[in-house]
């Protein structure tokens, strides 16, 4: 991605034919994504990147002439934005991308064998696409699902608890032309149609979001707490949210299971088992 930070910001009325093609294209969903930052436009870049990103499967050097036109902003600001996060594609991207997640907790579950078995399986090693066009493999860091480790995402939608024959199976049916259904959420789609979800617009595919709430695992620390009787004290889980413009947010209800069993006994009045265990462990005597 060759861009200078030399002259001026790119003019809109002066594009490229590429940049002048997304514009296009894309000028009214980049309206309605700038009409979402009143104070400060440039704060629109990250899913103005997304949309265009939409369009060619990648963040081309005429996305990031138009995101710079648009904004107001040097192509040098804009490509420092795109080649700094990882869900900005530099080069052509499969119609799936799959994501395996190598960290720390995904690997000792096994998160390095799934990576593995597909790289022999598709032929490719990160951040590489298959020939056909359809599939482009990443490890990835922590992908913020730690407690179904080790886990899978396609287009960003997740694979549990993936095994190696799992990861293979679902893959397959990518190749396949399917599209299997991820362990939570959405139904998978396109990684360009993803794009255009990050761009902040919704899914609007007749029932395409699940209505799953949060997972046994994901809740399991909480009912912990519950059967435990810790929370944190004082905390009351409708405690008005203040916005800054002098209004208060009421906080989105917090289903039962997710409420602190008490306050009546707040973490620390007296030893939980598990610190019982680290304190044995580090053989120091209590009163
Ligand atoms: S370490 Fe894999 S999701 Fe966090």
């Avoid at 916005?243 to 989105?252: C, E, I, Q, S, V």
């Avoid at 409420?259 to 030893?271: E, N």
């Amino acid at each position: 991605m060759n861009v200078s930070i030399d002259g001026a910001p790119p003019q809109l009325d002066k594009l490229s034919p590429a940049a002048q093609a997304l514009r296009q294209q894309l000028d009214g969903q980049v309206a309605e994504i700038l009409a979402r930052y009143p104070d400060g436009p440039r704060s629109g870049l990250l899913p103005l990147l997304h949309l265009v990103q939409s369009v060619d499967g990648y963040v081309t050097p005429a996305g990031v002439e138009y995101c710079a036109a648009a904004l107001g902003i040097h192509k040098a600001q804009v490509a420092a934005v795109a080649t700094f996060y990882t869900m900005y594609k530099r080069k052509p991207t499969g119609e799936y991308l799959v994501s395996v997640c190598t960290n720390t907790m995904c690997n000792v579950l096994g998160g390095q064998e799934v990576y593995d078995t597909l790289t022999e399986l598709l032929g490719v090693g990160h951040d590489e696409t298959t020939a056909d066009g359809r599939i482009t493999l990443e490890h990835a860091e922590c992908l913020a699902a730690c407690d179904y480790g080790p886990v899978m995402t396609v287009n960003y939608d997740f694979f549990d608890e993936v095994t190696p024959d799992g990861a293979v199976d679902v893959v397959n049916r990518l190749r396949g032309g399917e599209r299997p259904q991820p362990s939570r959420g959405a139904r998978l789609c396109s990684l360009k149609e993803m794009a255009v979800q990050l761009a902040g617009f919704a899914d609007d595919r007749d029932g395409a979001v699940a209505d799953l709430g949060a997972g046994a695992a994901t809740l399991r620390g909480n009912r912990l707490a519950e059967q435990h009787g810790i929370s944190v004290p004082g905390f009351d889980p409708n405690t008005p949210i203040p916005t800054g413009d002098g209004r208060n947010a009421r906080p989105t209800a917090v289903p039962a299971a997710n409420k602190p069993a008490s306050d009546r006994k707040p973490a620390g009045d007296a030893p939980q088992p598990q610190d019982k265990l680290l304190s044995d462990a580090k053989g120091e005597t209590r009163d």
